[in-house]
């Protein structure tokens, strides 16, 4: 699944030819994603101007001089494609612009767009449970401290936990635990404020360099213009199991599954 940085990746690419262009079309084609288009999605944004793009956890918007804001989120294999040499089976939803088409494909169908005006925004039940964002000044030691005590699931389901931190996906918890020398299956409440003054700032580098460097390329992500992101060959720890821990520290990095999904981290740095 396209998590923060491939999101934060699209948003900026989206923005890049869309931010102040007047929307002359919309094709719907076909009802529905993982659920019904929004009824009046193309009157609301046929003839309206894009204001600005932004990002909330793993949701891209597109905000119109109306308005009115399209939130869309890629699911497991979402992207956007802009000017598309040719139309494709799964290009669900088309916006046009004097110069430009952007096609929303998604081949799985688990992605979501959704309507809405500018102050529905902030109660829209998806957004109104969600943490701070772990690129903002909400997210501090201070903040992981208050929800993490006397919690005694393992820190990496809490960092996964949406109302705690929005955002977080798997990929780059593994990553952010690494660097922060913290082991995955630690108890959240016995993390101590050391440990969370560094992981802090290492939540924030993780996701910045890969925004940096255009996202992961794991399975479907591509970023609007195609190229694919290079993150993934940064990985210390995702996907390693087996190879030498890059510390140097005689570790091997091990896999174990937590919450249904996999782990990634060295036994002998991370504790």
């Not at 948003?11 to 529905?32: M, Q, S, Y």
């Not at 308005?67 to 890629?74: E, G, K, R, Y």
């Not at 952007?102 to 943490?131: C, H, I, Q, Y």
């Not at 993780?206 to 992500?221: A, C, K, N, W």
Request: include cysteine; charge should be positive; aromatic fraction near 6%.
């Amino acid at each position: 699944m396209p998590e923060l940085p491939e999101v934060e990746t699209t948003v900026r690419g989206l923005a890049r030819f869309l931010k102040g262009e007047t929307i002359t079309r919309v094709t719907v084609n076909r009802p529905d994603m993982r659920r019904p288009f929004p009824p009046d999605l193309v009157q609301a944004l046929t003839g309206a101007s894009v204001t600005h793009l932004s990002r909330r956890a793993k949701y891209g918007l597109i905000h119109t001089s109306r308005d009115h804001a399209m939130v869309f989120h890629l699911g497991m294999s979402g992207r956007w494609r802009i000017d598309p040499a040719e139309d494709e089976k799964h290009d669900h939803l088309v916006i046009e612009t004097a110069g430009h088409r952007f096609a929303l494909n998604d081949p799985r169908r688990f992605g979501s767009v959704d309507l809405m005006t500018s102050g529905e925004l902030v109660t829209w039940k998806p957004f109104a449970a969600l943490g701070p964002e772990p690129l903002g000044d909400g997210l501090t030691p201070e903040h992981l401290r208050e929800a993490t005590r006397g919690r005694k699931q393992a820190i990496k389901l809490l960092l996964l936990d949406q109302t705690i931190v929005a955002g977080l996906g798997n990929i780059y918890v593994c990553e952010a635990l690494w660097h922060a020398g913290i082991h995955p299956r630690k108890a959240g409440g016995k993390v101590t404020m050391p440990q969370l003054r560094r992981l802090v700032p290492a939540i924030k580098d993780v996701l910045e360099r890969s925004i940096r460097d255009g996202g992961s390329t794991l399975r479907d992500f591509a970023q609007p213009d195609g190229e694919l992101g290079y993150f993934a060959t940064r990985f210390h720890v995702y996907g390693r199991e087996g190879e030498p821990c890059h510390h140097e520290d005689s570790g091997t990095i091990r896999r174990t599954v937590q919450g249904g999904r996999s782990t990634w981290f060295c036994p002998v740095c991370q504790r």
